[in-house]
T-cell receptor, first 114, second 114 residues
Framework: QKEVEQDPGPLSVPEGAIVSLNCTYS??????FMWYRQYSRKGPELLMY????GNKEDGRFTAQVDKSSKYISLFIRDSQPSDSATYLC??????????????FGTGTLLAVQP | ETGVTQTPRHLVMGMTNKKSLKCEQH?????MYWYKQSAKKPLELMFV???????ENNSVPSRFSPECPNSSHLFLHLHTLQPEDSALYLC?????????????FGEGSWLTVV
């Protein structure tokens, strides 16, 4: 079983739709949860960063963590064609030690149709 | 100027060639990373450097040889590569290795081995 599972998509939605992107994980020690956005032929950029359980909102984006279910979500409200990209979830155990390894999902390709 | 700059953006090399990828970060970070991104696979951490010292080597074949002459520059020397090494190679940096959960990526170097 992979440590982090993410549906690769592609996910196609009309402009203005609410998008839900999800990842599940197996390591209950993960405490830091990140979402990266990667446009075609570009490097990933950090979109949202959440510690432990709960919700975090930033504009049209909401990150949600449910540690009891080992499930994280990214919601995009009023989706725009400019949101079309691959969304990568990533997580780590925490600080400390020589390195704090990030474990990534495979990414979900999102296409928002105008 | 972007925070993490990679050159070249695209590289095609034969299996007997020797080439190098270059990365420079302008963020004042002390940790730098090489990641490999292949289609439909999670990002794979290859190497981690902290203040020019290699702190992690994730069982990467010796045909990949990293070099970190100072905390702002990172190289990946390539020799006798295989076609399966064709991928996007991403450089990244963070303030310290234990803050890997907030890393900044470059735009990547697309490598094709023929």
């Amino acid at each position: 079983q992979k440590e982090v599972e993410q549906d690769p998509g592609p996910l196609s939605v009309p402009e203005g739709a609410i998008v839900s992107l999800n990842c599940t994980y197996s390591n209950s020690a993960f405490q830091y949860f990140m979402w990266y956005r990667q446009y075609s032929r570009k490097g990933p950029e950090l979109l949202m960063y959440t510690y432990s359980s709960g919700n975090k909102e930033d504009g049209r984006f909401t990150a949600q963590v449910d540690k009891s279910s080992k499930y994280i979500s990214l919601f995009i409200r009023d989706s725009q064609p400019s949101d079309s990209a691959t969304y990568l979830c990533a997580m780590s155990v925490g600080y400390g030690g020589a390195t704090n390894k990030l474990i990534f999902g495979t990414g979900t390709l999102l296409a928002v149709q105008p | 100027e972007t925070g993490v700059t990679q050159t070249p953006r695209h590289l095609v090399m034969g299996m007997t060639n020797k080439k190098s990828l270059k990365c420079e970060q302008h963020l004042g970070h002390n940790a730098m990373y090489w990641y490999k991104q292949s289609a439909k696979k999670p990002l794979e951490l290859m190497f981690v450097y902290s203040l020019e010292e290699r702190v992690e080597n994730n069982s990467v074949p010796s045909r990949f040889s990293p070099e970190c002459p100072n905390s702002s520059h990172l190289f990946l020397h390539l020799h006798t590569l295989q076609p399966e090494d064709s991928a996007l190679y991403l450089c990244a940096s963070s303030q310290t290795p234990d803050r890997a959960n907030t890393i900044y990526f470059g735009e990547g170097s697309w490598l094709t081995v023929v």
